[in-house]
């Protein structure tokens, strides 16, 4: 008997853990940092020397909060910490602190947007739902060396908000998409950086397969520690070509924990520590429950950017912007902020400013600044606009330049150019570089009419007049070159019309 | 009462080697402990958390980072240590 995949539904859940942008950590004052030499960024409290308590971070706390609120979810009146116990040298206490029964963030779902069918095509939007998120320790860092392994506990503490969806996500295009979106909204609140490159997203996957129509959700597994968006999707896609292939052959699912090797781009069992799910967790004694106060949970409110879904929405119901370049504009809250302002000086022409923006600040700004890394390799690089030199207002005046016909689209670029290098006003670079357009008519009109009056342009006049449109574009070069490409177009068109008409 | 627990899976859970008679009397001490929880949960109480267990946020620390203590004086507390990592027996993780 044979099947297609076609045949199959694949049932993704994730756990995304992310460290959360703090100076301190989560239970303890060590700073913590990327970079650092090994266990530099150590106090008695991370390795739960005897004496010590471990005291919640406040900021790590309302980061926490602020991600609930982004997503929409409840804040309960109550959170507390519960003790994971496991013997394992990534964790000094034989315990990891999380929260277990009272997590700090309930509920939620997450928008996304899947690939339209072009780039300049918005795809199917989805909301995925959050089941919690709970606020933990992250644990240490070990390397493998011949026969030991060595430990730097420089990570251990840093306070990680582990995020858990429902089993919503139904492909590795949502998985992917699920992720790009949670990324830009953590990013684009506060809640962390997610820079890929120095582990501060982290993913574990859970995937099964059934049968299209069968409601009970087939055997997952679980493939730990994936720390990009292309390990997430190719995951999914190798999991569940494997699951299928397993369940076809008449063998069952075995509920494992898997690794997955990027290199190879292969799955692989993990060896399972022994009883590694028996956690015995408990409620941490020296932690006490944290009552969250109303008051908090408006102040944070106060600081939930407008949801990127939203606001593309806006730009494209309410500014009339293309798709293309509203979604290039949602994706970083800066650069949203600072069309906003551009438009803002000048709001006629929200799409013109929007195409300076998403087009050539971006492209500049990309490349005056190494791209940082990030935990999507294939997303646009992250551009700092504190070095940009153009402030918004200035850009809105080019803008307006090119709509008052001062200058043409094309000079545009050129100004632009300049802009970009020396920080100075459009129209400032328009009179250095002698690029106003002539829009004086008397004279125009006298060189309108000259040109028309060389026998050379007879013919394209009769074709003109013969009812050929086209035409009469071939009399506007010798114009624009008469001025020295100075000639508003807009007016040698309507100049011409009209002694021609 | 039946013992809700096996005494040699939670020896090996807790890396305790334990003897037939530390067993026999962990056993007993276990179940008398469960004996308690077993009267709490069958006592009719509030559900709701104990009050005097709740903090309100003035308990938190502020994001200031402290001193640490250096890898020096961690490393010195290890059994063993390199390159200001501590080092332990092989733990694999890796792909089999």
Same mark, same amino acid.
């Given at each position: 008997?044979?099947?297609?995949?076609?045949?199959?539904?694949?049932?993704?859940?994730?756990?995304?853990?992310?460290?959360?942008?703090?100076?301190?950590?989560?239970?303890?004052?060590?700073?913590?940092?990327?970079?650092?030499?090994?266990?530099?960024?150590?106090?008695?409290?991370?390795?739960?020397?005897?004496?010590?308590?471990?005291?919640?971070?406040?900021?790590?706390?309302?980061?926490?909060?602020?991600?609930?609120?982004?997503?929409?979810?409840?804040?309960?009146?109550?959170?507390?910490?519960?003790?994971?116990?496991?013997?394992?040298?990534?964790?000094?206490?034989?315990?990891?602190?999380?929260?277990?029964?009272?997590?700090?963030?309930?509920?939620?779902?997450?928008?996304?947007?899947?690939?339209?069918?072009?780039?300049?095509?918005?795809?199917?939007?989805?909301?995925?739902?959050?089941?919690?998120?709970?606020?933990?320790?992250?644990?240490?860092?070990?390397?493998?060396?011949?026969?030991?392994?060595?430990?730097?506990?420089?990570?251990?503490?840093?306070?990680?908000?582990?995020?858990?969806?429902?089993?919503?996500?139904?492909?590795?295009?949502?998985?992917?998409?699920?992720?790009?979106?949670?990324?830009?909204?953590?990013?684009?609140?506060?809640?962390?950086?997610?820079?890929?490159?120095?582990?501060?997203?982290?993913?574990?996957?859970?995937?099964?397969?059934?049968?299209?129509?069968?409601?009970?959700?087939?055997?997952?597994?679980?493939?730990?520690?994936?720390?990009?968006?292309?390990?997430?999707?190719?995951?999914?896609?190798?999991?569940?070509?494997?699951?299928?292939?397993?369940?076809?052959?008449?063998?069952?699912?075995?509920?494992?924990?898997?690794?997955?090797?990027?290199?190879?781009?292969?799955?692989?069992?993990?060896?399972?520590?022994?009883?590694?799910?028996?956690?015995?967790?408990?409620?941490?004694?020296?932690?006490?429950?944290?009552?969250?106060?109303?008051?908090?949970?408006?102040?944070?409110?106060?600081?939930?950017?407008?949801?990127?879904?939203?606001?593309?929405?806006?730009?494209?119901?309410?500014?009339?912007?293309?798709?293309?370049?509203?979604?290039?504009?949602?994706?970083?809250?800066?650069?949203?902020?600072?069309?906003?302002?551009?438009?803002?000086?000048?709001?006629?022409?929200?799409?013109?400013?929007?195409?300076?923006?998403?087009?050539?600040?971006?492209?500049?700004?990309?490349?005056?600044?190494?791209?940082?890394?990030?935990?999507?390799?294939?997303?646009?690089?992250?551009?700092?606009?504190?070095?940009?030199?153009?402030?918004?207002?200035?850009?809105?005046?080019?803008?307006?330049?090119?709509?008052?016909?001062?200058?043409?689209?094309?000079?545009?670029?050129?100004?632009?150019?300049?802009?970009?290098?020396?920080?100075?006003?459009?129209?400032?670079?328009?009179?250095?570089?002698?690029?106003?357009?002539?829009?004086?008519?008397?004279?125009?009109?006298?060189?309108?009419?000259?040109?028309?009056?060389?026998?050379?342009?007879?013919?394209?006049?009769?074709?003109?007049?013969?009812?050929?449109?086209?035409?009469?574009?071939?009399?506007?070069?010798?114009?624009?070159?008469?001025?020295?490409?100075?000639?508003?177009?807009?007016?040698?068109?309507?100049?011409?019309?009209?002694?021609?008409? | 009462?039946?013992?809700?627990?096996?005494?040699?899976?939670?020896?090996?859970?807790?890396?305790?080697?334990?003897?037939?008679? *530390?067993? $026999? &009397?962990? +056993?007993?001490?276990?179940?008398?402990? #469960? /004996?308690?929880?077993?009267?709490?949960?069958? =006592?009719?109480?509030?559900?709701?958390?104990?009050?005097?267990?709740?903090?309100? *946020?003035? $308990? &938190?620390? +502020?994001?200031?980072?402290?001193?640490? #203590? /250096?890898?020096?004086?961690?490393?010195?507390? =290890?059994?063993?240590?390199?390159?200001?990592?501590?080092?332990?027996?092989?733990?694999?993780?890796?792909?089999?």
């Amino acid at each position: 008997m044979s099947t297609s995949p076609s045949d199959w539904e694949v049932v993704i859940g994730l756990e995304v853990h992310v460290q959360l942008h703090t100076r301190a950590k989560v239970f303890a004052s060590s700073p913590w940092g990327f970079g650092k030499e090994p266990n530099e960024q150590v106090d008695p409290v991370v390795l739960g020397l005897p004496g010590t308590l471990p005291v919640v971070n406040r900021e790590a706390v309302e980061k926490s909060i602020l991600f609930g609120l982004v997503v929409g979810a409840s804040v309960p009146e109550h959170c507390s910490w519960d003790r994971k116990n496991y013997f394992y040298p990534d964790n000094p206490k034989n315990y990891q602190l999380t929260q277990k029964d009272f997590p700090v963030v309930v509920g939620g779902q997450v928008e996304i947007e899947l690939p339209g069918a072009s780039r300049n095509v918005m795809g199917e939007h989805k909301f995925i739902r959050i089941h919690h998120a709970h606020l933990e320790e992250d644990v240490g860092k070990l390397s493998h060396a011949g026969s030991g392994s060595l430990v730097d506990y420089n990570r251990a503490g840093v306070p990680l908000l582990e995020i858990v969806t429902e089993p919503d996500l139904r492909s590795s295009a949502e998985a992917e998409a699920f992720l790009r979106s949670l990324v830009a909204m953590l990013t684009q609140a506060g809640v962390a950086d997610c820079d890929m490159e120095k582990g501060q997203l982290r993913c574990d996957c859970n995937v099964s397969v059934r049968r299209r129509g069968v409601e009970k959700l087939g055997t997952r597994t679980e493939t730990k520690n994936l720390n990009s968006i292309s390990s997430v999707r190719d995951t999914v896609i190798y999991e569940t070509a494997r699951q299928i292939r397993e369940l076809e052959a008449g063998r069952s699912i075995t509920q494992e924990t898997r690794g997955w090797n990027a290199e190879l781009a292969r799955g692989y069992v993990l060896r399972d520590k022994e009883d590694a799910h028996d956690y015995r967790y408990f409620p941490d004694p020296d932690i006490p429950t944290l009552k969250i106060s109303r008051e908090t949970v408006a102040r944070l409110t106060k600081l939930v950017p407008e949801n990127l879904y939203d606001r593309q929405r806006r730009y494209v119901e309410k500014l009339a912007l293309p798709y293309t370049a509203a979604s290039v504009l949602v994706n970083d809250r800066a650069l949203a902020e600072w069309f906003e302002l551009a438009v803002a000086a000048h709001p006629t022409n929200p799409s013109g400013i929007a195409n300076l923006v998403a087009n050539d600040l971006l492209r500049d700004l990309a490349a005056s600044a190494g791209a940082a890394g990030s935990f999507d390799e294939a997303a646009p690089a992250q551009v700092s606009l504190s070095s940009c030199l153009i402030k918004p207002a200035q850009l809105a005046g080019l803008v307006k330049l090119t709509d008052d016909g001062v200058i043409s689209k094309q000079q545009a670029k050129e100004v632009f150019a300049e802009m970009f290098k020396s920080g100075q006003d459009a129209a400032a670079i328009v009179d250095a570089k002698g690029l106003r357009q002539n829009s004086d008519t008397g004279e125009l009109e006298k060189i309108v009419q000259e040109v028309i009056a060389d026998p050379a342009v007879a013919k394209s006049i009769a074709e003109y007049r013969a009812g050929n449109e086209k035409a009469i574009n071939a009399l506007k070069g010798p114009i624009m070159k008469r001025t020295q490409g100075k000639a508003n177009p807009v007016l040698i068109d309507q100049l011409l019309r009209k002694f021609l008409g | 009462m039946a013992e809700g627990f096996d005494i040699d899976h939670l020896a090996k859970l807790a890396r305790l080697s334990l003897t037939a008679a *530390e067993k $026999a &009397l962990y +056993s007993s001490q276990l179940n008398q402990i #469960l /004996g308690h929880f077993q009267a709490l949960a069958e =006592a009719d109480l509030p559900s709701t958390i104990d009050d005097a267990r709740i903090v309100n *946020e003035a $308990a &938190l620390r +502020s994001d200031e980072p402290g001193p640490v #203590l /250096g890898a020096e004086a961690v490393t010195r507390i =290890a059994p063993a240590s390199r390159d200001g990592q501590i080092s332990v027996p092989r733990v694999v993780d890796d792909e089999s």
